[in-house]
Nanobody
Framework: QVQLVESGGGLVQAGGSLRLSCAASGSIFRVDDMGWYRQAPGKSRELVAAVTSGGVTNYADSVKGRCTISRDNAKNTVLMQMNSLKPEDTAVYYC??????????????WGQGTQVTVSS
């Protein structure tokens, strides 16, 4: 059984910072891409940032320059540092991992979501 566990959300004032972390655990053979999506009320889920196992990163235009994603392949964890937060960053943030469990095919896995609220 594979599980993604997130932490680090919360309430912050505009201009503040938060760090989100996510750890994948269970019967994992290989983790490929990891990253974060977010979903604001009334909007569809959107990619925030992603990182490949080789360290190649991809960011949404809305967070470029304010967000840094990193991962620890040995621990199957991904971190996202968010700075200069804006009220429009308010959303539920979901960790995801494209991974291969032992004796199974590659699938996308999702965390339970963590709320980030930025007050103006």
């Amino acid at each position: 059984q594979v599980q993604l566990v997130e932490s680090g959300g919360g309430l912050v004032q505009a201009g503040g910072s938060l760090r989100l972390s996510c750890a994948a655990s269970g019967s994992i053979f290989r983790v490929d891409d990891m990253g974060w999506y977010r979903q604001a009320p009334g909007k569809s889920r959107e990619l925030v940032a992603a990182v490949t196992s080789g360290g190649v990163t991809n960011y949404a235009d809305s967070v470029k320059g304010r967000c840094t994603i990193s991962r620890d392949n040995a621990k199957n964890t991904v971190l996202m540092q968010m700075n200069s937060l804006k009220p429009e960053d308010t959303a539920v943030y979901y960790c995801y991992a494209a991974l291969v469990p032992f004796l199974k095919s590659r699938l996308d896995y999702w965390g339970q979501g963590t709320q980030v609220t930025v007050s103006s």
